[in-house]
């Protein structure tokens, strides 16, 4: 099956700084999605990107599908982006996770 | 909109009891799709209805779980009898065909 790996595992940052978060897989997929798990266990979905680029405020992502990557930039970081970024990926319906990156942001 | 809505939020029980999960998932929504995260690690697939039909359960770990979706609305997840193994935090999922899924907030369920 397809593997999806993250990096880097664990993230601290001051509130303010910027930062990229990355998905490599092994395989084509047909869909990718980025989510946050907030505090409160909720996965939040942040983006439905199989391809190019889309942009929500101080989050945007890119995923290139022929090199099997996709990351995820979050500028001018705030407290509560702190949490859990999963990305996820499929080519037959169930979602394949990342082990996810482990984001502080600190005050 | 309401969006995919699980049932109960969080859960304890003993070991060897039973324990039903529920989720109804947004409206006109044929996929459904059960994960769940043990122990911290990562998010894990369980199984994914269409419709109330059964797609994929190759991710159900043992046959103490039951997943069912009767009328292809909501879906119950049944363990019977529940191990200490069997804690995490189990969600829910639903789509239309090949696009977004959108998630519940999860059932936590503890055994002990």
């Known amino acids: 099956g397809i593997q999806v790996e993250q990096s880097p595992p664990d993230l601290i940052l001051q509130e303010g700084a910027n930062s990229t978060l990355r998905c490599n897989f092994s395989?084509?997929?047909?869909?990718l999605q980025w989510f946050h798990q907030n505090p409160w266990g909720q996965l939040i979905n942040l983006f439905y990107i199989p391809s190019g680029t889309k942009q929500n405020g101080r989050l945007s992502a890119t995923t290139v599908a022929t090199e099997r990557y996709s990351l995820l930039y979050i500028s001018s970081s705030q407290t509560t982006d702190s949490g859990v970024y999963f990305c996820a990926v499929t080519n037959t319906g169930k979602l394949i996770f990342g082990q996810g990156t482990t984001l502080q942001v600190k005050p | 909109e309401a969006g995919v809505t699980q049932f109960p939020s969080h859960s304890v029980i003993e070991k060897g009891q039973t324990v039903t999960l529920r989720c109804d998932p947004i409206?006109?929504?044929?996929?459904l799709y059960w994960y769940r995260r043990v122990m911290g690690k990562e998010i894990k697939f369980l199984l994914h209805?269409?419709?109330?039909?059964?797609?994929?359960e190759s991710g159900m770990p043992n046959n103490r779980f039951l997943a069912e979706r009767t009328g292809g609305t909501y879906s119950t997840l049944k363990v019977q009898p529940a191990e200490l193994e069997d804690s995490g935090v189990y969600f829910c999922?639903?789509?239309?065909?090949?696009?977004?899924?959108?998630f519940g907030q999860g059932t936590r369920l503890t055994v002990v």
């Open positions: 395989d084509s997929v047909n869909n």
């Open positions: 209805f269409v419709k109330e039909s059964k797609q994929d």
């Open positions: 409206s006109g929504h044929d996929n």
């Open positions: 999922a639903s789509s239309q065909l090949n696009t977004e899924a959108f």
